[in-house]
């Protein structure tokens, strides 16, 4: 019987974890890789895990709403997590519109033409636009 790795959702023979590994649940193969990368399938995983259940609390709504999003700045190419505060989708504009505005930490104040969202901060949106159309 082996163990469950947590992000790859595999279930593998002891000798694919290593001692942190079969602690925390996560294969050798997936603690290579990039650590950016295994943050984005936890918290992937947490919000998906929120939409699973047949009644969202409103503490769980409020951490997908106020949950940061991922950016590619496009003038220094850094990726980077800000929080832009409550979210909405207004009908007449064809972007969601922020409580606050994006800072890059090496460019400082951005507009939305001047980063690109990351995979992982395209899910991070969807998933507030879904649970807010409920």
């Given at each position: 019987m082996g163990h469950y790795c947590r992000i790859c959702g595999r279930v593998r023979p002891n000798e694919k974890f290593s001692g942190?590994?079969?602690?925390?649940?996560?294969?050798?193969?997936c603690a290579s890789k990039p650590k950016e990368k295994i943050k984005a399938i936890?918290?992937?995983?947490?919000?998906?895990g929120y939409l699973k259940q047949s009644r969202i609390s409103e503490k769980n709504i409020e951490v997908i709403k106020l949950a940061e999003l991922?950016?590619?700045?496009k003038k220094c190419k850094m990726i980077f997590d800000c929080d832009v505060g409550k979210i909405s989708f207004p009908p007449e504009m064809n972007r969601p519109k922020f409580?606050?505005?994006?800072?890059?930490?090496?460019?400082?104040?951005?507009?939305?033409?001047?980063?690109?969202?990351?995979?992982?901060?395209?899910?991070?949106?969807?998933?507030?636009?879904?649970?807010s159309m409920e």
């Open positions: 942190k590994g079969h602690k925390n649940h996560i294969c050798k193969q936890e918290q992937e995983e947490e919000i998906f991922n950016f590619k700045c409580e606050k505005n994006i800072k890059c930490p090496s460019c400082g104040i951005l507009s939305m033409d001047e980063v690109i969202l990351t995979e992982l901060g395209q899910s991070q949106l969807t998933e507030i636009h879904l649970s």
